[in-house]
């Protein structure tokens, strides 16, 4: 039997990175103020009936205006390291030409705050808020056009802030916008194929956007090793999601087969190009020609353009083969979910996957350096049933952390190159189309009680995890 280790910073290598994660639309709101050009998600959200409640991130929990009050939060928690986003509309309403001043300068005090409090910013370029216009204009991410655009976006915070900001993030979870926008539809800008969306083909459109979104961070990180790395010395990755497969039957080959499979066309949908230069066999036998092909030359672009990679993980599925050979994901073997269910009807606590899907990406990878850029897990909101001291008792959340961070220390005691770890999130705030009605925040924000944030037990454990302790 394994020694477990106790979760507690001096556990961690020494330098190991404790942060927060989050990400504009969930938390800015000031939707229409300061300039702000419209997102995909600006206008989804007011689409009757995408969001739970009908709610939208017009106000969201007013980070617009709390910032400086809410990294003092983050600090309060010990934590070393501030992940978030840049609303791309912001800094160019329409995607492309005209800066937005207004914008660009609450990303300057923001920074500004965040180095003050001597916390290190870690800056995700594109957190799923396409802007509007370049939608309208040429379909967003479905068009090769887009690559220019976004790197112009790219270019301008590398110069602006890139003395400033060490890690930069491309983009966060190409798969959740590309599955839940394109092929569910579920998310912004809402695509799928007929009759359940009005436009779209689920069949095509997520793999035409990924490879666009790919060949988008690879033309980014380009330019920023070619005009700001020497000078600003900092690194650049890509954080990527997934869950962790296990076999349906642990005894069946088949069944281990299907897991691997179902990890590759998960993360390896990302990682081999990044790390090979081209998409896993096993989802070029399975989509056939509706999967693109990178040419030569965007193959040797993609290949290699990554200085740390990104992990996003929560959860984890058994996986079998269907009938016609498909894959088949389930989260109940026998009637019994592979973990303790959460509010989430996607989020099955297993403690033990994040450990295995760092050992698979090191191993698949040759040890990239990794951080874990989101790891979380969230309550009902139950503000209109229960008195608010009990809703800010949140036991289930401490456990999840610690049971997750252990693993993530299990993983680098195998050694993984693990350097650093993100809890999301630091506020309850805007989660999609499920509107308000989880929270996954540290902190609870009392939407009843003009957005007063209130710490959660969580608080208090992350504050004694965390603290610096020395050796005398
Ligand atoms: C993340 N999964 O997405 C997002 O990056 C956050 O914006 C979001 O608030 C958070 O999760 C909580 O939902 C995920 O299928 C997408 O395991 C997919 C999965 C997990 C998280």
């Known amino acids: ?17 404790f942060g927060s994660s989050t990400a504009a639309y969930q938390i800015e709101g000031a939707a229409r103020e300061a300039g702000k050009g419209a997102s995909i998600w600006d206008i989804f959200s007011h689409q009757p009936g995408k969001i739970l409640g009908n709610k939208t991130g017009d106000i ?23 992940r978030f986003s840049i609303s791309w509309t912001r800094i160019f309403p329409n995607g492309v030409g005209v800066v937005n001043w207004e914008g660009v300068k609450y990303y300057d005090n923001l920074i500004d705050h965040v180095l ?8 995700t370029l594109y957190h799923w808020d396409m802007p509007q216009a370049l939608d309208n204009s040429i379909g967003g991410w479905l068009s090769p056009d887009i ?70 961070h690879a033309h980014a990180v380009d330019i920023y090793r070619k005009e700001f790395k020497d000078t600003q010395q900092g690194m650049i990755g890509i954080t990527t999601d997934s869950m962790w497969f296990e076999p349906l039957d642990s005894n069946s080959s088949s069944d281990k087969q299907a897991a691997q499979e ?25 989509l056939g020609s509706n999967l693109p092909t990178f040419t ?45 269910p959460t509010p989430s009807d996607w989020l099955f606590v297993v403690p033990f996957g994040i450990r295995k899907l760092l050992n698979w990406v090191s191993e698949r990878y040759h040890n990239p350096i990794l951080y874990v850029t989101e790891n979380g897990r969230a309550e009902f909101n139950k503000e209109d049933s229960m008195p608010i001291e009990d809703q800010l008792k949140d036991p289930e959340r401490i456990r ?13 005691r195998d050694g993984c190159d693990v350097r650093g770890y993100f809890a999301w999130s630091l506020l309850d705030n805007f989660e999609w189309s499920e509107g308000y009605t989880v929270r996954f925040g540290i902190y609870y924000v009392d939407y009843k009680n003009g957005l007063a944030r209130l710490p959660k037990s969580s608080v208090f454990w992350f504050r004694q995890v965390l603290r610096k302790t020395f050796n005398l």
């Not at 280790?5 to 020494?14: D, E, G, I, M, Y």
């Not at 007013?62 to 390291?81: P, Q, S, T, V």
């Not at 999840?400 to 680098?412: E, I, K, P, R």
């Open 1 to 17: 039997i394994e020694e477990l280790p106790t979760v507690q910073r001096s556990s961690f290598p020494s330098g190991f990175v």
């Open 400 to 412: 999840y952390y610690h049971d997750y961070m252990q693993n993530v220390l299990l993983a680098v």
């Open 116 to 123: 003050e409090l001597g916390i290190d910013p870690y800056v």
């Open 296 to 340: 030569a030359e965007e193959a040797a672009l993609v290949k290699g353009s990554q200085d740390f990679v990104g992990i996003n993980h929560y959860t984890s599925m058994y996986a079998t083969f269907g009938i016609s050979g498909e894959i088949v994901k389930t989260y109940y073997k026998d009637g019994v979910p592979i973990g303790d």
């Open 147 to 216: 690559i220019d655009s976004f790197s112009k976006y790219a270019r301008f915070c590398f110069e602006r802030w890139g003395s400033k900001v060490k890690h930069w993030i491309t983009f966060n979870e190409i798969h959740t916008f590309a599955i839940s926008g394109y092929m569910t539809g579920v998310m912004a800008p809402g695509r799928c194929s007929a009759p359940v969306c009005v436009a779209g083909n689920s069949d095509t459109e997520p793999y035409i956007v990924a490879h666009h979104a790919l060949l988008s």
């Open 262 to 286: 179902a990890v590759e066309a998960y993360i390896g949908w990302y990682l081999d190009p990044i790390f090979y230069g081209h998409y896993p066999a096993s989802m070029r036998r399975n």
């Open 60 to 82: 969201a929990v007013d980070h617009y205006h709390r910032y400086a009050e809410d990294i003092w939060l983050l600090k309060d928690l010990n934590m070393d390291a501030y």
